[in-house]
């Protein structure tokens, strides 16, 4: 029997984005207030928790967060990474409103934008990368969180101990319960080789195409933001794609001289998924199921008889 690990990884990934968001405004120096953090998961829960009641009347169910406060807290973990990853990566100065409309369409798209996969629907679009994307493309203004934010105030040996916690951490959760190590390790490999293909090409520098896979920023996206399990392949090979996909997108944004690129790619290429899971599905609906040939008339008359 396959053990279902999305609920532990959901749980432990939760609680290393609120360890990271407490330990970044008190001692990092996150530039985000706290007001905004606040308005982004009460933003959340309330969007989550108001399409649940939507999608369980009209389908004539218990609403799943019922039960208990057990189930409330495994309902609303998806929710609350959201809020803290869009509160975390965008920077909108010291407005409110971008980070809730961030929040507010990350959250829907998992009821809107979903497609066939086996016998439900699920969402096929990275619900954080979504809004984050779709916010940069709504106020032109909005920018992401400066990478230096992550490692500002800290010194010495801390600047290599924290992105080397972020990596152990990120490798044993995506290797023990994401299980998107193929994809990991496709994505890096296909970045690093689309830095060089540019360079050979475009004649750009080499070690700037490189440069971004030092940051922190560059990290997280790496292990806690395109391995998403529910808007990724499960099989290894289809996660290789996947993951080279993205870095493939990435470089054709970047010869367009796209800003943002890596989440504008991660948007592309969970569209074009999505895409082709909503063909499958509908070729699997209208596939003609195989009916019983009838009996000739006469077989028919004397069995009657």
Aim: charged share 10%; aromatic share 10%; with cysteine.
């Amino acid at each position: 029997m396959i053990q279902d690990l999305r609920l532990p990884a959901l749980r432990r990934f939760a609680i290393a984005i609120s360890v990271l968001n407490i330990f970044g405004h008190a001692v990092l120096g996150f530039e985000q207030s706290l007001a905004q953090l606040f308005a982004s998961l009460a933003t959340a829960y309330s969007v989550e928790i108001l399409l649940e009641i939507i999608d369980a009347w009209t389908s004539g169910r218990r609403p799943r967060f019922m039960g208990g406060l057990k189930t409330l807290v495994d309902f609303m973990l998806p929710s609350h990474i959201t809020g803290l990853a869009c509160a975390m990566l965008l920077y909108a100065n010291d407005r409110i409103m971008p980070i809730v409309f961030a929040a507010t369409v990350a959250i829907a798209s998992k009821a809107i934008l979903r497609a066939q996969v086996g016998k439900g629907k699920r969402h096929f679009f990275n619900p954080s990368n979504f809004g984050i994307a779709t916010t940069l493309i709504v106020f032109p203004w909005v920018g992401i969180a400066p990478p230096y934010q992550f490692t500002e105030n800290l010194g010495g040996i801390a600047h290599i101990i924290v992105p080397c916690i972020f990596i152990f951490t990120g490798s044993l959760l995506n290797t023990k319960f994401t299980r998107r190590l193929p994809l990991i390790l496709a994505w890096l490999g296909a970045f690093a080789l689309q830095a060089v293909i540019r360079n050979l090409i475009a004649g750009g520098s080499l070690t700037g195409g490189l440069v971004p896979m030092t940051g922190v920023a560059f990290l997280l996206f790496t292990f806690y933001m395109i391995t998403d399990p529910g808007t990724t392949p499960a099989k290894p090979v289809n996660q290789v794609l996947f993951g080279a996909g993205v870095a493939f997108t990435y470089s054709v944004l970047m010869a367009l001289h796209v800003t943002f690129g890596l989440f504008f790619a991660l948007v592309i290429v969970c569209a074009v998924r999505g895409a082709a899971l909503m063909l499958l599905g509908t070729r699997k609906v209208r596939r003609p199921t195989a009916v019983p040939a009838r009996e000739p008339a006469p077989v028919a008359l004397r069995k009657a008889v």
